[in-house]
Structure formats: C-alpha cells, structure tokens
C-alpha cells in the first residue's frame, strides 16, 4: 500500500533503534504496508496501554479489522451478557473466569508445594540441631556440673542456655529475612519488571519467632544438662 504514517512507542523506540522518519515494513493479512515514523509515544505501561504501533484510522480502513473490548461483569449478570452474545452472533464473547480459576489453582498448588518443602526443610534443621546437641551433651553435662559444684544456681545455667540458643535463632532469622528479600527481589525485579519493596513489617515477627522456636527447642534439648545434678556428673567424670 502507499505510505502512510505511525506512532511508536518510546520504548520500542529506544530497544529497536528507530529513529523519526524511518521507514518501517509490515505484513497486513499477506499485504506488505510501509510505514513512516512521525511521533513517539510515551510508554503508558503502567495504565495497562501497551499498544506499540498506532497507525492513523483512515489509513487502516481498507483492512480487515476486530475491535477488542474489555468488562467486569459480575457473575450475576453473566446470563445477560450471553443472551446478549447469542442475539448477535457476529460477536465474540470470551469469559475469563475459567482460566483465571485455572491460575489460581495453579498457583495454589505451587505454594503448597513451596510450603511443604518448607516445613521438610525446617524439621530436617531441628533433627540437625537436636544431632548436634546430642553430640555434646555430655561435654555440656561436665562443664553445668563443675559450675554448679563451684556454687552457680540451675537457674543461671538455664539462663545461659536460653540466650545462647535465642542468638542461634536470632541469626537464623537474619539469614532467612536476607535470602527471602533477596529471592523476592529477583522475582519481583527480574522475572515479573515489579518495583521491589521491602517486607518490613515480617522482619520483627520473623526474628522473634526465630529466637522463640529456636530457644526452646535448645533448651528442651538440653534439658539433662539442667536438671543433671553435679554429684552424680562429677562421679561420671572419674
């Protein structure tokens, strides 16, 4: 056809390496169109616009052409809508529901999936820690016997244990709020062109469930250690 004139989209513009007054060549339903560049958009991509190339109406008339629209309909007026469809044939009506239902289902799957590699992953770390407790438990039970034996109450000992297993989850805290910002920032930024924000509002309940969980379970690990009375560790060590 003759030339006629387009609008491009600022950043196809740049990606591309067009330039204003280039010519452009496209494939119409097996028509070869050229096409000059006269404007440049600006990219409206976060009003949901993403329309690359805008030819003039006129120039496009002599083509065949659809016209797309969107709506929300409620799902109560969803028989309207299709009774309207069936008294005019020529129109096409898609409903989106099944496959957003589809996604959704999708999606719920891969969290569940995600969750429970998740929780296999925290109960293979409690069956580490309880190991490596176990391991020195009794190197545990000498030392609590001889401080006690030099006077230092159960409770000091208890309280030594909480705060040495409250920095263990503490730290693990930290280490799991850097990996899963840094894992969301990689979806969010590279996978999904998603401006990235900080989940502050999960790192302090993140960082106290930590220190809770892990503590406790240390100490319950330790128990004997505790309540292990010094005579009866003293006449082990001999």
Not at 81 to 89: D, H, M, V
Not at 179 to 202: G, P, R, W
Request: net charge neutral; aromatic share 8%.
């Amino acid at each position: 056809g003759d030339l006629v004139n387009i609008s491009v989209r600022e950043d196809v513009m740049e990606r591309a390496g067009f330039k204003i007054a280039d010519i452009l060549t496209f494939s119409i339903g097996g028509q070869i169109q050229e096409a000059k560049i006269t404007s440049v958009r600006p990219d409206l991509n976060d009003s949901g616009v993403s329309v690359a190339f805008v030819f003039e109406p006129k120039d496009m008339q002599h083509y065949y052409h659809i016209y797309n629209m969107g709506l929300n309909v409620p799902p109560v007026h969803k028989n309207a809508l299709y009774a309207f469809g069936r008294q005019y044939p020529t129109i096409t009506i898609d409903s989106l529901d099944a496959w957003l239902e589809k996604t959704k289902k999708i999606l719920t799957q891969a969290l569940d999936g995600a969750m429970a590699i998740l929780l296999l992953t925290l109960l293979c770390g409690c069956i580490v820690m309880f190991a490596a407790i176990n391991s020195s438990i009794a190197s545990r039970q000498k030392e609590a016997g001889l401080i006690r034996a030099f006077g230092c109450s159960k409770k000091l000992i208890l309280g030594s244990v909480w705060i040495e297993f409250i920095t263990v989850g503490v730290i693990s805290g930290l280490i799991a709020i850097v990996t899963s910002e840094t894992l969301f920032y990689q979806i969010q930024s590279i996978v999904s062109d998603v401006t990235f924000t900080l989940h502050l509002q999960y790192w302090l309940p993140v960082i106290l469930g930590s220190a809770l969980f892990v503590g406790t379970l240390g100490v319950l690990g330790c128990k004997a250690v505790i309540s292990t009375p010094p005579n009866e560790v003293l006449r082990r060590a001999e």
